[in-house]
């Protein structure tokens, strides 16, 4: 029998997501139910947006989690290396494979005739996709182009009639035509593998018996097949699972929902709430019991009991579950250490205290000054901005632009916070005292706070993001096509 090993493969590109967390926990029970391996793979080719500081966040969010893997980054196996960007050699290997067996071809196509292409077919109701245009030209013409210095990606052929067949393990036998597979790059100009083509290579050489990730794959699994056809490879056994959701059945988006597993531990949520949490999306302990163990989800796993219906991720029952372990595990004493632990770790605490003691008398003085550090979003009403001198669209609008311009920051930090400020400040011609009195009560729910700048900065970006997000729907929210019109309008101002 095949051992069975599982594999998660997040993108360093940002904060751990909730998402990875979750699939993450699913390969693991099924890798445990089945006396197999788990393993962690970083994949990094995107070098632009790949960044260390997101590679070391994901691997510590599923430490905190308990979501350890038997290889990967820091348990070095006989697969690695674990991170693609020091894979190289090995995609470069596999890639001429490709071109010498004529499955693979080079693509001098220029990014402006391939826009000129997708408009036509857009225009044609087509379905957009690479139509061919390099896939004929002869071993002379390709030696003739490269030795001319000409950029050039190389994409995989496919073939142009009939349907790719392949089997999921929670949906059967599923049937997609070849012609709503487009010929995919494999191969970028720049060297790096795209994510089919490593992904491909990674998976058979590291020997993933079963891929089992979010649904949001399947259409890419024809692309998957062939190559593996190409190399005359078998396949894993695909399993995709459920989406999760918003409450309002949208796709779990940082926009409408927290995401990042790093919010949910500033927050205070015990690490395993949040993993019993995500366990019961889309599967039930065969008791039905709601509050369990990872160990005891790993003992009773069976991933038939995957339920396809999408998710719901909803924070009041991660609210209530969380209360639930709070309040029914572990002694008083315990209770004390694991709060004070979460305090010191949360790292507020460090950065405040040089804001703080020069606003302090006495110890009691601190609590009333820092607890929005330390607490839920502020309960706030439109009340709340009456002394501000902005109406309650110019509030909204300016909380808005502030969200879109955090998000935006590449480098998070107290003087990156304060220029954008600043200068968002600027070009909105708003006095920076009028622009900064209603990020004040949105943050610390406080008309007068420790400075706000210093205070976004330390909370970070997402709960930063939800605090300002709560702020905007007490003054009304904004409907989807104010949405549009603040969207032009902020694009407008760089």
């Not at 609008?397 to 600027?426: C, I």
Request: include cysteine.
């Amino acid at each position: 029998m095949t051992p069975v090993r599982t594999r998660i493969a997040p993108s360093p590109t940002g904060d751990p997501h909730v998402g990875t967390a979750y699939i993450a926990l699913f390969n693991r029970c099924f890798a445990r139910q089945h006396g197999g391996q788990f393993i962690l793979r970083i994949e990094d080719t995107d070098q632009l947006r790949s960044t260390e500081r997101s590679e070391t966040d994901i691997l510590n969010a599923l430490e905190w989690l308990g979501l350890d893997w038997d290889e990967g980054p820091g348990r070095e196996g006989a697969y690695g290396p674990y991170r693609q960007s020091e894979r190289k050699d090995i995609y470069a290997e596999h890639i001429k494979t490709l071109l010498d067996n004529g499955t693979a071809f080079h693509c001098f196509c220029t990014a402006e005739r391939l826009d000129t292409l997708r408009k036509e077919q857009m225009e044609a109701k087509l379905q957009p996709g690479y139509d061919g245009h390099c896939s004929h030209l002869s071993k002379e013409q390709v030696q003739s182009k490269v030795a001319a210095g000409e950029e050039y990606v190389i994409r995989m052929r496919v073939p142009a009639e009939g349907n790719c067949e392949f089997y999921d393990l929670l949906r059967g036998e599923v049937s997609i035509a070849w012609t709503q597979v487009d010929m995919q790059v494999l191969m970028k100009s720049d060297g790096m593998p795209t994510y089919h083509f490593a992904n491909v290579v990674d998976d058979h050489l590291m020997e993933i018996s079963h891929v089992i990730r979010g649904e949001e794959w399947i259409n890419s699994v024809p692309k998957h097949v062939l190559l593996y056809e190409y190399f005359g490879w078998t396949p894993p056994i695909f399993c995709h699972m459920p989406l999760l959701r918003n409450p309002d059945k949208s796709k779990l988006s940082k926009r409408k929902n927290p995401t990042s597993i790093n919010y949910y531990r500033d927050m205070g949520f015990p690490a395993e709430a949040l993993v019993n949490y995500l366990g019961m999306m889309g599967w039930t302990m065969p008791n039905g019991e709601e509050m369990f163990s990872l160990e005891a989800m790993e003992s009773a796993f069976d991933i038939s009991r995957v339920s396809l219906g999408g998710p719901v991720f909803d924070i009041e029952k991660l609210n209530w579950l969380s209360g639930k372990y709070l309040r029914e595990s572990g002694s008083d004493e315990e209770f004390v250490s694991r709060l004070l632990t979460w305090a010191k770790e949360s790292d507020r605490l460090s950065p405040i205290v040089p804001l703080l003691r020069q606003r302090v008398e006495r110890f009691s003085d601190v609590a009333p000054l820092i607890n929005y550090f330390f607490s839920g979003d502020p309960a706030l009403t439109q009340d709340s901005f009456a002394h501000c001198k902005l109406d309650d669209n110019e509030l909204s609008k300016s909380l808005q632009f502030t969200l879109w311009r955090l998000e935006s920051l590449g480098d998070w930090g107290r003087d990156s916070v304060e220029e954008a400020l600043m200068t968002l400040a600027a070009k909105l011609d708003i006095k920076v005292r009028d622009f900064l009195a209603p990020l004040f009560i949105a943050i610390s729910g406080q008309t007068v706070s420790l400075s706000v700048i210093d205070s976004i900065a330390v909370l970070g970006l997402d709960i930063t993001r939800a605090r300002l997000r709560s702020a905007i729907e007490v003054l009304g929210g904004i409907s989807k096509k104010q949405a549009k019109k603040l969207e032009k309008e902020f694009t407008a101002i760089g």
